[in-house]
């Protein structure tokens, strides 16, 4: 297992979503499980857990790969249960929360599953509606190219050149007459 080091919330780099939701503790009381607000950060490899938005240390961290994220109604019976998600791995610990709402439930498990499916691409999207923005040989940019050009030499006089002048004479060498 690697280490994840432990890192402030400000310090967790590219934030793809974060926000505070009930996280159901591995101990459970004699009243059943407890849940715990907890301010939840997810970067590009791992999800954070903290006690508030805060705070300098994290509760808890792991790492998503490998994980699945999905919808879990049966984890609660009262009227939160449609705002409930976990996100499991065979062999592994399964996390268990309750978002604010239904819509923001499966905005995480949807923010979960685009990470993981990009994380086991080895590919790059490609979308062939883009195809035209990444084309460089159009031939309005370099109609565009040219008349930039010309506006940023107007400062300068108009120098003609002969032809053989475009040759830079190297010491010790004389240029070719013909």
Sequence with gaps: LEEITPKPVQDTGNILKQGYLEKRSREHSFFGSEWQKRWCVLNRKTFYYYANEKSKQPKGNFSIEDYSARLAFHLRKDSRKRCCFELICPGKRTYEFTAPSPAEAEDWVDQIQFLLKDMSSLTIPYDEEDEDLYNDVD??????????????????????????????????????KQ
């Design 139 to 176: 031939s309005s940019d370099s109609v565009n190219a040219s008349s930039h050009n010309t506006t940023l030499n107007q400062d300068e006089p108009n120098i003609e050149m002969e032809e053989d002048d475009i040759y830079e004479v190297l010491p010790g060498k004389q240029p070719n």
